[in-house]
């Protein structure tokens, strides 16, 4: 049936007509153990690897290289004293870290993971579930997930809470229009936006190839969608203690910070299964037999080969980039990612559009696009930027408790004076005489 719709030209989605219920059923625990048993891994990998560059062990003393570590450390947060803060809305401060678990739950329901096999006797991918749109779904799911975090912070009945949610409210809505740009190309190029038809759109050649800036594009926003090195500033320990996590412990915390290595594992997913091939063996093993290897459960093992890959460039990137600072970080996204996105897939759009409607082969598409993102990046550089004259930034007073909360000052503002300086006593008469007049002789000559 799926070779006729291919030939009739229609998109091609994985065929789930034999599943039954307890097929259904069987998929969802089996990817529930999967994402847990990740997390405690990913935990694991990434103390280790950490723990290598900084030239140090990490974790190795519970169980053969510290592998129970991770165990140890949830059961630690399992019998952990619970603590509820009595300023919170406690219905909103008890159902936020839920709804950020269920939301990065979700998206591997439709995250094909390998070819049809035979599952305990029935034929069927090895895939929960799949449809015409499937991407904007995973979309949806990290977009409500937010909302977890938003909560979080704002029933807390804190400050440094409420900073934290409020900035991963606008590091979400930022970085997730530069990554709906970046993915938008790859279902201009796949021709759909179910997740098995485009990994079988990539069949010659993975998408990561001629869609390299996409690509980069994307890498940079899954960062700064899961919160993390250089972009965790919604729980930058140095100036919000915690962020939206600062008045949550045992399980409540946990809660949150497995959302947070599972939405690694998600966009590590995505990136493996809309740029990377999804589950088909690099080349030369695909070439082998046959693609023998793209067969049966060994499609598998090399989608899991590459999340974690993925997963080795979190680690690397937090081992080794600094924190940005905020206005840095929302400067990056909105004039730099967006404009960029933008442009590559307007560009993306015409080569395919007369690809299409006339004739142009691969070689001349990437000549094309090339020249197109030089002429860009040209553009960007040559153009001055208007500085404003020194003498027009005075920096303005302002009142930091104006709206009830302390705010930093913000680039060309300055703090009133000090109260504190003005009750300071003023030191003795002999003192400021010594500090007007400078060093006395014997002190010259000491010095001497």
């Not at 009945?157 to 900073?163: A, H, I, K």
């Not at 090399?302 to 993925?310: A, G, R, Y």
Request: glycine share 8%; aromatic share 14%; charged share 15%.
């Amino acid at each position: 049936m799926n070779h006729l719709l291919a030939a009739a030209g229609n998109p091609v989605v994985a065929d789930f007509s034999h599943d039954r219920w307890w097929v259904w059923l069987v998929k969802a625990v089996l990817i529930v153990v999967f994402l847990l048993l990740s997390v405690l891994i990913a935990i694991w990998f990434e103390r280790r690897v950490v723990g290598r560059m900084q030239l140090r062990p990490g974790p190795n003393v519970h169980g053969p290289f510290g592998l129970l570590q991770s165990l140890a450390d949830a059961m630690k947060l399992l019998v952990k004293e619970d603590i509820n803060v009595r300023a919170a809305d406690l219905l909103v401060y008890l159902v936020a870290p839920m709804i950020s678990v269920f939301c990065a739950l979700l998206t591997y329901a439709v995250i094909p993971m390998g070819p049809e096999v035979n599952f305990f006797g029935v034929h069927t991918p090895l895939q929960l579930t799949d449809f015409p749109v499937a991407v904007l779904y995973i979309l949806a799911c990290t977009s409500v997930g937010v909302y977890g975090i938003v909560l979080g912070g704002w029933s807390s009945g804190s400050t440094y809470p409420l900073l934290g949610s409020v900035r991963s409210t606008a590091q979400v809505i930022s970085y997730e229009l530069a990554m709906g740009l970046s993915l938008v190309s790859v279902f201009v190029l796949a021709g759909s936006m179910s997740t098995s038809q485009i990994v079988d759109s990539q069949i010659r050649f993975w998408w990561f190839l001629p869609l390299l800036p996409a690509f980069v594009i994307y890498v940079i926003s899954m960062v700064g969608e899961t919160n993390r090195l250089p972009f965790d500033l919604p729980e930058a320990e140095g100036e919000l203690v915690g962020g939206y996590t600062t008045e949550y412990s045992s399980m409540k915390f946990a809660w949150f910070f497995l959302a947070e290595y599972i939405n690694m594992l998600n966009v590590s997913a995505v990136a493996t299964t809309l740029f990377l091939g999804g589950w088909r063996a690099p080349w030369p093993i695909s070439a082998i037999g046959g693609g023998y290897f793209n067969q049966g459960y060994w499609p598998l093992l090399w989608f899991v080969v590459k999340v974690w890959l993925v997963m080795f460039f979190f680690v690397w990137v937090r081992g080794t980039l600094l924190r940005f600072r905020y206005d840095q970080f929302m400067r990056f996204g909105w004039k730099v990612l967006i404009p960029s996105a933008l442009v590559w897939l307007v560009a993306v759009s015409v080569v395919q559009g007369v690809r299409q409607f006339g004739h142009l082969n691969l070689r001349t598409l990437l000549v094309v696009l090339g020249v197109i993102i030089l002429v860009a990046v040209g553009v960007s550089f040559l153009v001055p930027e208007k500085k404003t004259p020194p003498a027009s930034r005075a920096p303005a007073t302002f009142d930091p408790f104006a709206d009830g909360y302390p705010v930093p000052p913000l680039p060309g503002q300055a703090l009133p004076p000090s109260p504190r300086a003005a009750r300071r006593p003023a030191p003795p008469v002999d003192e400021r005489v010594a500090i007007a007049s400078g060093p006395t002789t014997t002190e010259e000559e000491h010095r001497g």
